[in-house]
């Protein structure tokens, strides 16, 4: 695998497909991706593949999996699922489900004004987002998850 001015040459990496890029920021660039499954199984997914410094740092990626690995404990609606974490050829990506929406962040900038009831709708999911977070236990006692960068751009509005 090589990386040729910010685009994988090939698109196929471990068992996933990066497809689209639809986003980036100071850790990484997200892709529309999909899982390559047995027998010609897809599933559409969101991957976050981190910025080579980040990935090849070696305690970077011990406490990023870690994170990860609690993320994926986190079961609610509000909250986009972590599938899975690939950490090959000095590649670290974050596989979660695919959510279609936008964000709030995008939403807001658009400058209308988001009508009371669907506004408290979104304020009122995010707080049960972060709650089950937060709730989340390990061994009968918390297992002290804070979202602790929560922005409008974090902040996913399915289309339904």
Do not use: W
């Amino acid at each position: 695998m090589r990386i040729d001015e910010g685009r994988l040459a090939p698109t196929l990496l471990d068992r996933y497909s990066l497809d689209e890029t639809v986003g980036s920021d100071a850790m990484g660039t997200e892709h529309l991706g999909r899982y390559l499954g047995p027998v010609g199984f897809t599933r559409k997914v969101l991957i976050k593949r981190l910025h080579a410094p980040y990935a090849s740092d070696p305690e970077f990626v011990r406490v990023f999996v870690q994170g990860a690995r609690l993320a994926a404990r986190v079961r609610h609606p509000n909250v986009v699922t972590t599938l899975d974490v690939v950490a090959a050829k000095g590649v670290l990506l974050l596989v979660t489900d695919f959510a279609p929406g936008q964000t709030l962040g995008s939403i807001l900038r658009k400058r209308a004004p988001v009508p009371p009831r669907p506004a408290c709708a979104i304020i009122s999911g995010v707080l049960h987002g972060l709650g089950a977070g937060h709730d989340l236990r390990s061994k009968r006692a918390p297992a002290g998850i804070v979202h602790g960068s929560l922005t409008p751009d974090l902040i996913l509005v399915g289309y339904d």
